[in-house]
Structures are given as C-alpha cells and as structure tokens.
C-alpha cells in the first residue's frame, strides 16, 4: 500500500561536475524503475546542477537542510522558497549530524518542518536514538519525544509530504546496521507515535524509511521488513552500482 521511498544522502561529497557525471551515469542504471520514488539529496551547490541533469528521468531531487526563516538576516542559510525555485522537490530535516555538529534542536527542526511544507516541500525527517539510549532501554522514549516535538502543529493534510527517516545514530557511517528486527520494531514505534498524533489511518499512510548503513548486501533483508517503508542512504549512495542494487531491491 505504501510506496517505497529510496533517498540518497549525499552528505558533504561531489563537487557540482561530479554531481553531473554521477547522475548521468545513475539515470540509465534506475530508469523504468518505478515502483519506487528514488531521491538524491545532494549538496545546496550543487543543486541547480543536479536538478538540471535530472530532469525528465526518474531520479527527483533533495537539499539536505533548510532555513526556518522566510528570509532575511541569516548569513549563509538557505530558504525553502529558494529551493522551489530552484525546481528542488525534498529536503532532509534533523539528520543527526546537523544535530551533532550543528547545534540542531527539536525545537530548530520543527521550525524547518513547518517552513518546508508550508513553501511545498516534501521533507524527509530524521529521527534516532544514541547508542547509549538504546542501551539504556530509552530507544521508544526518545523517537516519541523526536518525532512529537519535530511535527509539533504540522497538520494531517501536512503529513501527506512527510517521510520520517528512523536513523540510530549508532549505525550511521559505523557499517553497523541495526538488525532487521530492530529496524522493524523502532519504524513501528515512529508509526505508532503518528497514529497516535494523527490517528491510524494517516500512521498508514506514512513512509517509514531506515537509514544507517544501509548497503547493497543488507538493503533486501531490511526493505521486507512490514514497518520499513524505504532507506535513507548515505555511503552506498555515492556509487550509481550500488545505489542501484538498492533501487532494485525495492522493486
Ligand atoms: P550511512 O548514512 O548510510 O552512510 O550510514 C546514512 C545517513 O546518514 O543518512
């Protein structure tokens, strides 16, 4: 019933050629298959570029964050209105490296979420407990917490543009992937979480992605999984072989 959703994150990586090269070599790789949306969420430089190099294809386009702010005084931040006009589809919000580096908030991530939709955006939101969390036994406490605070007075009608990625930080660039028993049971709390919000009919309706690791060998165990509704990816995104085999899989 839900459609998969299989996102690349590139994090900082590929200057604006590379990006050009790598989608041209990516869209013969994914094209036809449409049983899932395939996203790559590339860096703001290099946006224009990729949006440019991806159109007509199967391949849809992501910032990796955005501003709150309509516009204004914000020294190198950019408006969600700056990438709809740049023809930029997605965007990930809350990645926990923007949490780490970036003195991002719950509250600073619900600001985004809100200015992201209300100017169009599809937003990828991402959620994930600490390895400490998981092994305190907090892991369900704090994707409540995430995903509460992080969609705090986004509507149901909002929702239909919402992704929620669930992200253990401990697997994240670590090459240790939650299994898939974990995988499924944490993107069912999140789900639980929004029909709690949201009531069950908008729970099952949203796409639960899993990201951490995610890589050509683990992605067809992972992608089975009842709860996981797609990937986040950041590593085997960089490579079109890859990525692909991912894509596959979600076929
Ligand atoms: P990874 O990154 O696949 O390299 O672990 C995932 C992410 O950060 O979204």
Redesign the pocket.
Known sequence: MRRLVIAG?W?MNKTPSETKAFLEALKPVVAGKDNCDIVCCVPATNLAIAVETAKGSNIKIGAQNVHFAKSGAYTGETSADMLVDLGVEYVIIG???RRQYFAETDETVNARVKAALEAGLKVIL?VGELEKERDQGITAEILGKQTKVDLLDVTAEQMKNVII?Y?PVW????GKTATNEQADEACGVVRAVVAELYGKRVADETIVQY????NAKNCADLLKCENVDGG?????SLKTEDFGIIVDAAQ
């Open positions: 994150n994090k990645h926990s490296e991402c990625a992200e697997a994240i660039g670590t990201g951490g690791s995610m986040l990816i950041g590593g085997a």
